[in-house]
């Protein structure tokens, strides 16, 4: 079994900056690409970042130049600093991460359950 934890979410006033983390455990062979997307109230689930097992790192234009995503590989850790927050960054954030599990041949996506981030004064 996999599984994804994220933390780290919480209510920031705009302009402010929160850091969150998602760790995948479980019986895990090997993880390529991770990434982090969020769905606002009465919207589709969006592509924030997302950031490859070599460190290559992909932004929605939305979010360039105020996040950054990073990993540590031997934590199977993703990070997503977020910094000068804006009301619309306001969502439920999904890590995901796209894994070999033991015992299978297979990668495959898995997902977190989401953290909740609420930029309001």
């Known amino acids: 079994q996999v599984q994804l934890v994220e933390s780290g979410g919480g209510l920031v006033q705009p302009g402010g900056s929160l850091r969150l983390s998602c760790v995948a455990s479980g019986t895990i062979v090997s993880i390529t690409n991770m990434g982090w997307y969020r769905q606002a109230p009465g919207k589709q689930r969006e592509r924030v970042a997302t950031?490859?097992?070599?460190?290559?790192?992909n932004y929605a234009d939305s979010v360039k130049g105020r996040f950054t995503i990073s990993r540590d590989n031997a934590k199977n850790t993703v990070y997503l600093q977020m910094n000068a927050l804006k009301a619309e960054d306001t969502a439920v954030y999904y890590c995901?991460?796209?894994?070999?599990?033991?015992?299978?041949?297979?990668?495959?996506?898995?997902w977190g359950q989401g953290t909740q981030v609420t930029v309001s004064s």
């Open positions: 950031i490859s097992s070599a460190g290559s790192t």
């Open positions: 995901k991460a796209f894994v070999l599990p033991k015992f299978s041949t297979t990668y495959r996506d898995y």
